[in-house]
């Protein structure tokens, strides 16, 4: 499994941070994992889940984290996360 993080600040992607993941762990442990692993790479706390969130991923395999996910004050508009390869 691949995911694609990028940051993006207004329309513009300012930084980008792929995870691989091929171990034999279940899809939703991988991608909490990736999620952990790319917020420590981009230095970022991590973003909290929201029902909106979920419901995109779920449909889509992709979501936008943006300021009302994160607890600290964030310097883009949004942390995209897009499951590229399964």
Same mark, same amino acid.
């Given at each position: 499994? $691949?995911?694609?993080?990028?940051?993006?600040? +207004? &329309?513009?992607? !300012? /930084?980008?941070?792929?995870?691989?993941?091929?171990?034999?762990?279940? /899809?939703?442990?991988?991608?909490? /994992?990736? !999620?952990?692993?790319?917020?420590?790479? !981009?230095?970022?706390? $991590?973003?909290?889940?929201?029902?909106? &969130?979920?419901? +995109?991923?779920?449909?889509?395999?992709?979501? $936008?984290?943006?300021?009302? &996910?994160?607890?600290?004050?964030?310097?883009?508009?949004? !942390?995209?996360?897009?499951?590229?390869? +399964?």
């Amino acid at each position: 499994m $691949r995911i694609w993080f990028k940051e993006w600040k +207004e &329309n513009h992607m !300012l /930084r980008d941070y792929v995870v691989c993941d091929d171990g034999e762990d279940t /899809r939703t442990h991988k991608i909490f /994992r990736a !999620l952990e692993q790319a917020c420590y790479e !981009l230095d970022l706390s $991590r973003p909290i889940w929201l029902d909106a &969130n979920i419901s +995109e991923f779920q449909r889509h395999a992709k979501t $936008r984290f943006g300021s009302d &996910n994160f607890v600290d004050a964030i310097a883009f508009d949004y !942390l995209e996360m897009h499951v590229i390869e +399964e």
